[in-house]
């Protein structure tokens, strides 16, 4: 397994913008880059939800719910994936996770992200 670390969360207004970062500062960087990778977010209470996909062709795929403001991208070489989130609403409110694709019975940390009316 590779060691995932998120970072970037905040506090932010309504209408702001948020990029996160998840880093594998460990991980050798073929392994880094040989499997999909993901975002996800979960509230206190509900299931974590997938918020976007990045796979190991290059293709993005992002949740409907966040679908034309949350862009998903990653720096193959210096090991981070990032989820850039813009025009930020109360509802986007969740701690995020990063994760990749064979891994997903271990979660890190998570970053929280609040976002106030």
């Known amino acids: 397994q590779v060691r995932l670390v998120e970072s970037g969360g905040g506090l932010v207004q309504a209408g702001g913008s948020l990029k996160l970062s998840c880093s594998a500062p460990?991980?050798?960087?073929?392994?880094?880059?040989?499997?999909?990778m993901y975002w996800y977010r979960q509230i206190p209470g509900k299931e974590r939800e997938l918020v976007a996909t990045?796979?190991?062709?290059?293709?993005?795929i992002i949740a409907d719910s966040v679908k034309g403001r949350f862009t998903i991208s990653r720096d193959s070489s210096r090991k981070i994936l990032y989820l850039q989130m813009n025009n930020l609403k109360p509802e986007d409110t969740a701690v995020y996770y990063c994760n990749r694709d064979g891994q997903l019975d271990s979660w890190g940390q998570g970053t929280q992200v609040t976002v106030s009316s």
């Open positions: 460990r991980a050798i960087t073929s392994v880094f880059n040989q499997r999909d």
């Open positions: 990045f796979t190991t062709a290059g293709r993005t």
